[in-house]
Nanobody
Framework: QVHVVESGGGLVQPGGSLRLSCLAS????????MGWYRQAPGKERELVAT???????NYAASVKGRFTISRDNAKNTVYLQMNSLRPEDTAVYSC??????????????WGQGTQVTVSS
Protein backbone atom coordinates (compact mmCIF):
# COMPACT_ATOMS: atom_id res chain seq x y z
CA GLN A 1 0.00 0.00 0.00
CA VAL A 2 1.19 3.52 -0.83
CA HIS A 3 0.27 6.41 1.44
CA VAL A 4 -0.23 9.72 -0.39
CA VAL A 5 -0.49 13.05 1.41
CA GLU A 6 -1.06 16.43 -0.21
CA SER A 7 -0.46 19.83 1.32
CA GLY A 8 -0.31 23.47 0.33
CA GLY A 9 -3.86 24.29 -0.62
CA GLY A 10 -5.69 27.37 0.56
CA LEU A 11 -7.40 30.61 -0.36
CA VAL A 12 -5.67 32.94 -2.80
CA GLN A 13 -6.70 36.01 -4.75
CA PRO A 14 -6.91 35.93 -8.55
CA GLY A 15 -3.47 36.37 -10.03
CA GLY A 16 -1.82 34.85 -6.98
CA SER A 17 0.29 31.75 -6.57
CA LEU A 18 0.24 28.55 -4.57
CA ARG A 19 2.55 25.57 -4.37
CA LEU A 20 1.13 22.12 -3.71
CA SER A 21 3.20 19.24 -2.40
CA CYS A 22 2.52 15.51 -2.46
CA LEU A 23 4.51 12.96 -0.51
CA ALA A 24 4.30 9.25 -1.26
CA SER A 25 5.40 6.65 1.28
CA UNK A 26 4.96 2.98 2.06
CA UNK A 27 5.33 0.04 -0.29
CA UNK A 28 7.21 1.81 -3.08
CA UNK A 29 9.50 -0.23 -5.26
CA UNK A 30 9.57 2.12 -8.20
CA UNK A 31 7.44 5.13 -9.09
CA UNK A 32 6.21 5.18 -12.68
CA UNK A 33 4.41 8.49 -12.71
CA MET A 34 3.19 11.20 -10.37
CA GLY A 35 0.42 13.60 -11.20
CA TRP A 36 -2.15 16.11 -10.13
CA TYR A 37 -5.87 16.03 -10.86
CA ARG A 38 -8.63 18.39 -9.80
CA GLN A 39 -12.36 18.29 -9.34
CA ALA A 40 -14.53 21.37 -9.13
CA PRO A 41 -18.05 21.26 -7.67
CA GLY A 42 -20.47 19.71 -10.11
CA LYS A 43 -17.73 18.73 -12.54
CA GLU A 44 -15.80 15.57 -13.30
CA ARG A 45 -12.23 15.08 -12.15
CA GLU A 46 -9.74 16.26 -14.73
CA LEU A 47 -6.03 15.89 -15.29
CA VAL A 48 -3.95 18.93 -14.38
CA ALA A 49 -0.37 17.74 -14.88
CA THR A 50 1.66 14.54 -14.83
CA UNK A 51 5.34 13.68 -14.63
CA UNK A 52 6.81 10.31 -15.57
CA UNK A 53 9.97 8.63 -14.33
CA UNK A 54 11.62 9.44 -17.68
CA UNK A 55 11.13 13.15 -17.04
CA UNK A 56 8.36 13.81 -19.50
CA UNK A 57 5.51 16.07 -18.41
CA ASN A 58 1.98 16.64 -19.61
CA TYR A 59 -0.33 19.54 -18.84
CA ALA A 60 -3.98 20.33 -19.35
CA ALA A 61 -4.38 23.07 -21.94
CA SER A 62 -6.10 25.28 -19.40
CA VAL A 63 -3.04 25.40 -17.11
CA LYS A 64 -0.17 25.25 -19.61
CA GLY A 65 2.16 28.18 -19.10
CA ARG A 66 0.79 28.91 -15.63
CA PHE A 67 1.37 25.68 -13.70
CA THR A 68 4.61 23.72 -13.38
CA ILE A 69 4.97 20.17 -12.12
CA SER A 70 8.25 19.04 -10.63
CA ARG A 71 9.45 16.15 -8.51
CA ASP A 72 12.11 15.17 -6.03
CA ASN A 73 12.68 11.48 -6.70
CA ALA A 74 14.85 11.03 -3.63
CA LYS A 75 11.97 12.20 -1.45
CA ASN A 76 9.15 10.56 -3.46
CA THR A 77 7.61 14.01 -3.64
CA VAL A 78 5.88 15.86 -6.45
CA TYR A 79 5.09 19.56 -6.51
CA LEU A 80 2.66 21.74 -8.43
CA GLN A 81 3.60 25.40 -8.70
CA MET A 82 0.50 27.34 -9.65
CA ASN A 83 0.88 30.92 -10.86
CA SER A 84 -1.57 33.44 -12.28
CA LEU A 85 -4.42 31.63 -10.58
CA ARG A 86 -7.95 32.19 -11.81
CA PRO A 87 -11.32 31.65 -10.14
CA GLU A 88 -11.90 28.72 -12.50
CA ASP A 89 -8.90 26.97 -10.94
CA THR A 90 -10.91 26.55 -7.76
CA ALA A 91 -11.18 22.83 -7.04
CA VAL A 92 -10.02 19.99 -4.85
CA TYR A 93 -6.58 18.99 -6.10
CA SER A 94 -5.60 15.36 -5.68
CA CYS A 95 -2.29 13.64 -6.15
CA UNK A 96 -2.04 10.36 -8.06
CA UNK A 97 0.88 7.95 -7.88
CA UNK A 98 1.40 5.01 -10.23
CA UNK A 99 4.06 2.69 -8.91
CA UNK A 100 5.35 -0.82 -8.53
CA UNK A 101 5.44 -2.29 -5.06
CA UNK A 102 8.39 -4.16 -3.62
CA UNK A 103 6.86 -7.32 -5.12
CA UNK A 104 6.47 -5.56 -8.50
CA UNK A 105 2.71 -5.41 -8.18
CA UNK A 106 1.20 -2.35 -9.91
CA UNK A 107 -0.31 0.19 -7.54
CA UNK A 108 -2.50 3.18 -8.36
CA UNK A 109 -2.77 5.42 -5.32
CA TRP A 110 -4.63 8.64 -4.52
CA GLY A 111 -4.38 11.21 -1.79
CA GLN A 112 -7.33 12.73 0.06
CA GLY A 113 -7.04 15.99 -1.83
CA THR A 114 -6.40 19.60 -0.88
CA GLN A 115 -8.78 22.49 -1.48
CA VAL A 116 -7.65 25.39 -3.64
CA THR A 117 -9.95 28.41 -3.70
CA VAL A 118 -9.26 31.40 -5.92
CA SER A 119 -11.41 34.32 -4.94
CA SER A 120 -11.22 38.00 -4.17
Amino acid sequence: QVHVVESGGGLVQPGGSLRLSCLASGNIGRIISMGWYRQAPGKERELVATSTSTGSTNYAASVKGRFTISRDNAKNTVYLQMNSLRPEDTAVYSCNINSYGSDWSFLNSWGQGTQVTVSS
